[in-house]
């Protein structure tokens, strides 16, 4: 059985994560232990693009949301540079790397030419400025193309059969959809491109000098692949744009290699011209990895800027809800996954207008309210939602009669505002108890046998305890919030070891029996309450996310945006 010892000593493996608002680099030794970090901020670090939280949102066009380009091939220049200090690149066997999911880059016709012969003298961006037939990236945030989701879904027989063909119905932030408002309404930029990539293959690209393949996992976040089969759908791609098939490309497994490193990367930053750069994936798959994440009754909840539900199974039930996408590291299974546009950015908002712009105070809020609020159910859409597909708005609620579990007669009424304390804890419960809701719909774990909380907000320990009584099992988090990144470092390792095995190794050869020994551990962070107590608030939650879930469906018929 092949081991950690396999992995060869004085190695370094190397992983990014470019997602909405920074590109960050966690660097695992051949023990898997992290000796090395950085971060570029894109709003912070690279001011002169004028982003906020990572984006553009179009004033003209109601849900467009798109990032610069350009930027992510500077921060990428930045990082390396950030880097370069801390760690000696020639000892870098491996690289992979996680990328938003959905987002997509357009490279212009012409431009391999350009990539695949990079001047080790003179700046990535300098030569990659004018490599793109639009400099425009629509990312996962955006919310634009509702009507091309309806023709797509429309031409396959309706929204189920394309979840059952691709693992998701049509949605807007997908890059199927995406490609089809481009096609439709830039046709000329849709002909000026020569390859589509996502920000995962984008990434991997440069760091090859070739356009390197989209990989599984992502590529069954754009409405375009056979979830089943792990081939584009013929069917699919003919209804979103045409000659498309030959403008993304073949699809590989994530644990493939992308290629050796291009000698751009050799000759100015001194990476060994053997090191390999493995498949990059989305941020999400690349979570699953870095959270070890391997056993069907543990669920992960990541806390970013959108936030996520994913688990994993061994067999694809696609529905109208939900996502199934091929698990990165496991290729006969499957990870399912929910995902919340409104995250991190809105809990933001709530503590600038009801906690003095300061955490502490939002967290001295949170435990200063009791549990259930006094019945206020909040939701807060501060941008169009995906799950529920609610548009902009904000909805607050007090549910009467909560004491008695055993009422089936809990009366809401609405009400246009709470008080700052209850108005932290409303968003907080109201985003886990969607959570829960959507999770139990959606066929996950009931209740979970544990959950691994990751994102910037897993280190805040009030939402630790909520998650632990909402969701009514124990809480874990991992020794760093940004699963993403290490979970890519995660996986250059173990794409090293495939290769170098001739062969698909299970990637917990890796870690197992050791596993507290590495960066990869998962500590238990909050346990779940066993008195009497502690039961009963459960089944309180229990009733308060019912009726969370009814007022939603009605909310839904009414405003909804499907």
Known sequence: MVGRSSLPEGSLFLGFDSSTQSLKATVLNNELIIVASDIVNFDSDLPHYKTEGGVYRDPADDGHIFSPTIMWVEAFELLLEKLKPKINFSKVVA??????????????????????????????????????????????MDSST?????????VVGGALELSKLTGSRAYERFTGPQI???????????????????????????????????????????NLMDINQRTW??????????????????????????????????????????????????????????????????????????????????????SLEGHVFPNPVEPDGYMVMLCYK????????????????SWDVFNSYLEKTPPLNGGKLGFYYKDHEILPPLPVGFHRYIVENLNDVTSNNLVEREVEEFDPPSE????????????????????????????????????NERILHSIA???????????????????????????????????????????????????????????????????????????????RMEIERRLVEKIGRA
Not at 107 to 132: I, R, Y
Not at 210 to 221: C, F, L, P, Q
Request: overall charge neutral; glycine content about 10%; some cysteine.
């Open 95 to 140: 690289i992979s790397g996680s990328g938003q999911q959905h987002g997509s880059v357009y490279w212009k016709k012409g431009s391999h030419a350009v990539l695949s012969s990079l001047d080790p003298t003179k700046s990535l961006l300098s030569q990659l400025k004018d490599a793109f037939s639009t400099m425009d990236s629509p990312i996962w």
């Open 146 to 154: 509702t009507k091309q989701c309806r023709e797509i879904e429309s």
């Open 180 to 222: 089809r408002k481009i096609y439709r309404t830039v046709p000329q930029v849709y002909d000026d491109t020569e390859r589509i990539s996502l920000v995962s293959s984008f990434m991997a690209s440069i760091l090859v000098g070739n356009y390197a393949s989209i990989d599984e996992t992502d590529g069954a976040g754009m």
């Open 233 to 318: 759908s013929k069917t699919v791609l003919e209804a979103t744009a045409p000659g498309l098939e030959e403008k993304l490309g073949k699809l590989a497994p994530a644990y493939a290699v992308a290629g050796r490193i291009a000698p751009y990367f050799v000759e100015r930053l001194q990476f060994d011209k053997n090191c390999l750069v493995i498949q990059w994936s989305g941020d999400n798959p690349n979570s699953l990895a870095g959270l070890t994440l391997n056993t069907p009754g543990d669920l992960a909840i990541s806390l970013g800027t959108s936030d996520t539900v994913f688990g994993i199974t061994a067999e694809a039930k696609p």
């Open 342 to 357: 409104n995250g991190s950015l809105t809990r933001e908002d709530v503590r600038n207008s009801c906690a003095e712009k």
């Open 424 to 459: 932290v804890r409303a968003i907080i419960e109201g985003q886990l108890l969607s959570m829960r809701g959507h999770a139990e719909r959606f066929g996950m774990p009931n209740p979970p046998k544990r959950i691994i909380a990751t994102g910037g907000a897993s280190s």
């Open 469 to 547: 009584q909402i969701f009514g099992c124990p809480v874990f988090t991992v020794q760093r919030p940004d699963s993403a990144s290490l979970g890519a470092a995660l996986r250059a390792a173990h794409g090293w070891l495939c290769n170098e095995e001739g062969s698909f190794v299970p990637i917990s050869c890796m870690y197992q029996g050791n596993l507290e020994k590495t960066s990869l551990g998962a500590k238990l962070a909050v346990s779940t309450g066993e008195g009497v107590e502690d039961k009963e608030l459960l089944e309180k939650y229990t009733v308060l996310m019912r009726k």
